[in-house]
Structures are given as C-alpha cells and as structure tokens.
Nanobody
Framework: EVQLVESGGGLVQDGGSLRLSCAFSGFTFDDYVIAWFRQAPGKEREGVSCISSSDGLTYYGDSVKGRFTISSDNAKNTVYLQMNSLKPEDTAVYYC??????????????????WGQGTQVTVSS
C-alpha cells in the first residue's frame, strides 16, 4: 500500500522558514514524481513544486519560485520542501502526492494518484 506522510508544519512569523517532510512507502513502481500542493481555506488547491525520481529535475510554481526548494533523500524515502521567506499568503494545508512516471522531469498538472493527509502551515503577520 502506497503511503505518504507529511510532517514539519507549524506556526511561523512572516519572513520565517519551515521544512516540510514527506515520508513515502509501499511504492511498487521504480520511477515516480512527488509533488507538493497546498490549499488555503476558501481557495482552490495550488501546485507548489515537484521532483522527478528518474532525473532529479524539479519544478516550482510562480508564487514560490526563489523561496522554496524541493529535494529528496532516497535512502530515507523522504522528500523535503524547504520554505524560506514565508509570507502570510503561504498559509495553507500542504499535501504531498505521488504519481508513477518515468519520463522527463515533472509537472504539477499530472493526475496524482496518491496523497498524504496534509500538514498545516500558518504564517503570522
């Protein structure tokens, strides 16, 4: 059974940093992409970033480019999202998701099949 477990959320002040973790297990596929999404109350879900296991390429949404960094530790089966220069508008529940994919790079537009339960990030002004 594929499982994704997010952690690392919390309350931080404007301009602060947090590192989210997505621990994954149960994969039956060799190549995959893992993405971070977020959803704030009353807003649509937004793609944040993704990383490809096959080539390590990453992608960032425009709203987080230059502030967030996605990385992976294959030995620990964990993907991280380092979030710097946080703003109140980054407040949301953050989810990680995965999709089997062995092609080039990654995209936030895939139909991600597996999702974690989410972790709350709150940035106070």
């Amino acid at each position: 059974e594929v499982q994704l477990v997010e952690s690392g959320g919390g309350l931080v002040q404007d301009g602060g940093s947090l590192r989210l973790s997505c621990a994954f297990s149960g994969f039956t596929f060799d190549d995959y992409v893992i993405a971070w999404f977020r959803q704030a109350p009353g807003k649509e879900r937004e793609g944040v970033s993704c990383i490809s296991s096959s080539d390590g390429l990453t992608y960032y949404g425009d709203s987080v480019k230059g502030r967030f960094t996605i990385s992976s530790d294959n030995a620990k089966n964990t993907v991280y999202l380092q979030m710097n220069s946080l703003k109140p508008e980054d407040t949301a529940v953050y989810y990680c998701a995965t999709e089997p994919y062995g092609g080039y790079g990654c995209s936030l537009l895939y139909e991600y099949l597996y999702w974690g339960q989410g972790t709350q990030v709150t940035v106070s002004s």
